[in-house]
Nanobody
Framework: QVQLVESGGGLVQAGASLRLSCTAS????????MGWFRQAPGKEREFVAG????????YYADSVKGRFTISRDNTKNTMYLQMNSLKPEDTAVYYC??????????????WGQGTQVTVSS
């Protein structure tokens, strides 16, 4: 069983930065596709950024390209999401996910509990 724990969310002003972390336990971290999703109130959960299976490629939603950067440290079983130039529309609960394919939410087998990011204008 895989367990994912996110951290790093908070309340910031527009233009600020945050770094989210997701630490995995229970299985080999480096082999599966992993990603970040977010869900704003009243909206569906949407893809933000992710790694291909094996970690060779990265993918970003158009809305975050150039502002967010995904990275991972396999030695620490941890994935990161560096978020710069935050906007109020980035406000959401952010989830990390593992075992899936690209931006396809339904393919992910494992999910963290989520961390709240709130960006004030």
């Amino acid at each position: 069983q895989v367990q994912l724990v996110e951290s790093g969310g908070g309340l910031v002003q527009a233009g600020a930065s945050l770094r989210l972390s997701c630490t995995a336990s229970g299985r080999t971290f480096s082999s599966g596709g992993m990603g970040w999703f977010r869900q704003a109130p009243g909206k569906e959960r949407e893809f933000v950024a992710g790694f291909s299976r094996g970690g060779g490629s990265t993918y970003y939603a158009d809305s975050v390209k150039g502002r967010f950067t995904i990275s991972r440290d396999n030695t620490k079983n941890t994935m990161y999401l560096q978020m710069n130039s935050l906007k109020p529309e980035d406000t959401a609960v952010y989830y990390c996910a593992a075992g899936g394919v690209g931006a396809i939410r339904t393919t992910y087998d494992y999910w963290g509990q989520g961390t709240q990011v709130t960006v004030s204008s």
